[in-house]
């Protein structure tokens, strides 16, 4: 008899596989425990996903990996331009505002990529992720600031301060799922942010006499 694979029981199981995998990362969730939080048997998933390493990558898929990072090239972009520094305030508007929406209708994928792909061919993404916003920024941090002492202290706390920035967005997205809620949570840790890296660069731009 000719097996039919239905899209709707393919959607159960890669919606419950996201969940699990956003709930106890990708290392420690089993194919057995995605069975259980779909309803279906062990035996089923494997009909539509070779593995569970399979089913993860139809999940967190290189297309959304890229459309992240570059949703996130371009808000640097508006943070390291003093000319825009009125957009740079913002979390609702513009590039700002484009990666906030993907954030949000993409929660649970965004933690299990920032903060649950350990084990996974993503576990670095974080570390680079942060590497990569780091080197953009501090490639044109001294152009746009020609006062700033670009040295290794200052590159540290710079450093340190995108780490926490990282950090609170996966304490957001695992802590609230209205959106409403979301979107008041990020306006209020991006104004300490801002503030902290903003008061980061100004203190690093006084002269060595002050």
């Not at 290392?27 to 259980?36: D, E, L, N, S, Y």
Request: aromatic share 10%.
């Amino acid at each position: 008899m000719v097996q039919v694979l239905k899209d709707s029981v393919k959607k159960q199981i890669a919606d419950a596989a996201e969940r699990m995998f956003a709930k106890v990362g990708y290392k420690k969730a089993t194919v057995g425990m995605i069975a259980c939080e779909a309803g279906v048997a062990t035996g089923n998933i494997y009909k539509y996903y070779a593995n569970k390493e399979k089913l993860f990558n139809s999940i967190i898929t290189p297309e959304f990996v890229e459309e992240f990072k570059r949703l996130t090239r371009n808000r640097v972009a508006i943070l390291i331009n003093p000319a825009k520094a009125e957009e740079a305030r913002s979390i609702e508007t513009g590039d700002a505002g484009k990666l906030l929406r993907f954030w949000i209708d993409n929660r649970l994928k965004v933690i299990i990529l920032l903060a649950r792909a350990e084990g996974s061919k993503y576990e670095s993404f974080t570390e680079e992720y942060i590497q990569a916003m780091a080197k953009q920024a501090l490639d044109n941090l001294p152009s746009a600031h020609p006062n700033l002492n670009d040295n290794e202290v200052f590159r540290f706390t710079f450093n340190t301060r995108l780490a926490d920035t990282v950090r609170g967005i996966v304490s957001i997205l695992q802590t609230f799922e209205n959106e409403e809620q979301i979107v008041a949570a990020f306006a209020t840790s991006w104004a300490y942010h801002y503030a902290g890296i903003n008061a980061v660069i100004s203190w690093c731009s006084l002269p060595n006499d002050e």
